[in-house]
């Protein structure tokens, strides 16, 4: 073991303070790194503050992380001392269960083990998460970060881009394809970057007339007011996917509205049941699809990182000294930060 320092939260109402821990002495699958960056995903608040109703305390958060290999265990093979190295949401999972077996760790049947407020499937300690000096992660859950990539920048493509980039994969974008991106946040700024590195024709759709310019710098070929109840319906049928990164309560109906027969409205952004109800026949009438879709496995996480090397995409940041996190996170909650903050792990004294 050794000792690493780290932000967290000792309850569901308490601040996220300073806190010395122990991280274990790497095993021989372990990379060991020291953390450079981290980004500030919106989860993290949510489990923070025991949004979700299944965290665990003291919750050190953090799973957009970038570092250094400091040491390697016995049988990594790899990555060696020096390497610049990424971990997302996940550090382990069962590993032999049909989906692992499919690079789809996220959906391990036995439930994959997140990177923070989860348990260790070794030794059962709780996971504390890349708000800290140091991580020490198996092999198989750590990719490479490509060369060409900004380091700070390149943090929430771990979280916020795996997220948008692995359902327009899994479902087929292709060019020529009319995609609409519903909220331009952390998630939804990504997403019209690769749908359009994609070949996709992509529409943002958002609440307020304010968001259009920026929605067209960011790549955005048109944009829709979705308040505006004309915009939306001469919107009708003409879209092949919806991108939903809207993480709140929303009226789908309208949006589904917008899809063609064959359409797939697929939601990223939202983990509480769909209010108000759908109509079957939005659904029905058109074979539309609703999806769900979360983060990706590690090969995909891999494959996200060279496209976004190979595409010059990266996210927008903001970079946050840690002693903020806590104005950080009310700053996420009010929507004000373009688009991702990261934290830069110098300003973390030990
Ligand atoms: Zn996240
Ligand atoms: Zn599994």
Redesign the pocket.
Known sequence: MFKAIGYAAQSATAPLAPMTFERRTPRADDVALEVLFC?V????IHQARNEWGFASYPLMPG??IVGKVTSVGADVSKYKVGDIVGVG?LVDSCRTCEACEANLEQYCLEGPTQTYASRDRVDGTLTMGGYSNAMVVSERFVVRIPEKLDLASAAPIL??GI?TYSPLKHFGVKPGDKVGVLGMGGLGHMGIKFAKAMGAEVTLFTRSQAKAEEGRRQGADHVIVSTNENEMKDAAGRFDFLLDTIPVQHDLNPYLNTLRFDGVHILVGLIEPIDPPVHAFNLVAKRRVIAGSM?GGLAETQEVLDFCAEHDITCDIEMLDINNINEAFERVVKGDVKYRFVIDMKTLKA
């Open positions: 980004g995903c919106h989860s993290d799973h957009e949401c979280c916020a997220t983060i």
